[in-house]
């Protein structure tokens, strides 16, 4: 048995998130929002207070959608059902929390695959031109030096990979599962937010 890495530590992973290709690639709700969850929990593997409003705003984000999911559990089985009908009673709390989350996950995502592909380039560098490229066009000038103190703070790479699991190669072998169901189930996302019928301005 290859040795536990943190992926298998998840209450669920994104390779677990059903997505129904019949239904115009509907992703489901409930276990959508678990998988985020237990994407959290990497910011404490991360390791630095400065990725508390990282995790918070996340945490945040999850809560406006599990929040709405709670008050119309039949309107929001999936997470495009969530935001069409929540945009019917022209409210859009969950909406909005939902395409923070994505943009969240785009940047976690996007750090994680640069750093898995460039072996020799530190988590910092990584989630720097992450931010760059998600995050940060949409931050004000007072929410900016708050991310750019959590990049700066992040662990060497050779200690996160560690604290990952003990076995490298099992570690990145998981790391890219995980993650490709992460980059799958995003883009997906961000297709349905470009659409009108996602749009509340």
Known sequence: MAEE?????????????PVDATKDNAISTSEFLEA??????????????????????????????????????????????????????????ATEGLLWL??????????LRQNLSNASQELSDSFRAAYGNTLKPHHSFVIKPIFSAAMSATPYRKDFYKKLGGDAKVVEERLGEWLKALEERVEILKEFQGRKEAQWK
């Open 5 to 17: 890495t943190f992926f298998d530590t998840l209450k669920r992973s994104f390779v677990d998130v």
């Open 36 to 93: 985020a969850e237990s994407l959290v929990t990497l910011f404490d593997v991360l390791g630095s207070a400065a990725f508390k409003p990282v995790k918070s705003d996340m945490l945040g984000n999850i809560k406006k959608i599990r929040d709405r999911q709670l008050a119309a559990p039949t309107l929001s089985e999936t997470l495009q059902d969530l935001v069409i009908n929540e945009l019917k009673e022209k409210i859009h709390t």
């Open 102 to 111: 994505v943009r969240g996950l785009d940047f976690t995502a996007q750090a």
